[in-house]
């Protein structure tokens, strides 16, 4: 693993390519006759009292700044947004603690997925009490309309968040080498329980704190410099145990390893594939793979880590 670490950060490979909608339309209707003028006002009252409650989506929870969940969770602010839902940044109304609260989407699959994310996050977190090892907690769980909810501590943004907002700045090698550290001890733990994370990439490691860095001039996200380089892995909505199904096609594009655009059995090594396509990104501000066809993914993967290693690697998955 460590060889392979190193071979991914000897390549000499410059790739940039960074790629950087909601309207609402009211319609009015105007009406001549009494009656109309009356079923106006109705709709009106109606209208007023739907906006004391939070909107749906295509299965999503549209929170809003006073929205509550559970009639415990004050919404604050929206924290991110993905496919699987929406997180909030929440605070107790009678403890006054602050959290962060995933919102599943309100369908079927993202809730069935969200139930194994939750007895996964719980098995983990029983093992990490002491929250030494730099991976999400889980507080509590609950269901609030339909949508399973899950309270995590609050953390800073993203590493991908704060590259994005330097300009994609490389990070400095000091602090690579301690996100790496502690990248390792994160996935020692898990591969050391049969789990595999299986979606590793710099959206899903957050800086610990949300005070991690500094602006030098107040309102100029640039000039931004860190102050702590701790950091919490998260996401665990893909995770598998050694003994659970394991899909065909996971991890994000640009961090998949190759026996699985392949199509071959593979394990907990794709998570150290993923971590030294992300170290490859830290270090030089560009992705490793910009690519989004798998035959130019392997055509890449060949051209810079090496047709030798490339290779042995695919037949060991084969094999494996």
């Not at 006759?33 to 079923?39: L, V």
């Not at 919102?103 to 139930?115: F, G, L, M, W």
């Not at 065909?248 to 971590?275: C, F, M």
Request: with cysteine; proline share 3%.
């Amino acid at each position: 693993m460590a060889s392979a670490l190193r071979k991914l950060f000897d390549v000499n490979f410059a790739y940039s390519s960074h790629s950087s909608c909601f309207q609402l339309r009211l319609q009015r209707s105007s009406g001549k006759t009494k009656s109309t003028k009356i079923q106006q006002q109705n709709q009106q009252v109606n209208s007023m009292a739907e906006k004391t409650k939070p909107e749906k989506k295509q299965g999503h929870f549209e929170g809003h700044v006073g929205d509550f969940l559970a009639q415990t969770w004050s919404v604050e602010r929206e924290l991110g947004a993905g496919t699987f839902g929406k997180v909030y940044h929440c605070k107790n109304v009678e403890s006054g603690v602050n959290c962060a609260i995933k919102v599943i989407r309100n369908i079927p699959r993202y809730t069935a997925a969200a139930k194994i994310e939750i007895s996964i996050l719980k098995s983990l977190t029983r093992k990490n009490q002491s929250g030494f090892i730099p991976i999400v907690q889980l507080c509590q769980q609950f269901i609030f309309d339909g949508h399973v909810c899950l309270v995590f501590p609050v953390h800073g943004i993203s590493t991908y968040d704060y590259m994005k907002s330097v300009g994609y700045k490389p990070y400095k090698l000091n602090t690579i080498k301690s996100f790496c550290s502690q990248l390792l001890s994160a996935l020692q733990f898990l591969h050391s329980h049969q789990c595999t994370h299986t979606d590793i990439k710099p959206e899903n490691i957050l800086f610990k704190s949300e005070r991690a860095f500094i602006e030098s001039i107040p309102g100029d996200p640039k000039s931004r410099r860190l102050l702590s380089s701790e950091i919490i892995v998260i996401d665990f909505g893909s995770a598998v145990f050694e003994s659970d199904h394991h899909s065909k096609t996971v991890s994000t594009r640009h961090y998949r390893a190759p026996e699985i655009i392949y199509g071959q059995s593979w394990n907990k090594q794709i998570d150290i594939w993923s971590l030294g396509c992300m170290l490859f990104e830290y270090y030089t501000g560009d992705t490793m793979f910009e690519t989004h066809e798998d035959l130019e993914h392997l055509a890449i993967m060949e051209r810079y880590i090496g047709k030798k290693y490339f290779v042995v690697r695919k037949n060991h998955a084969a094999n494996g």
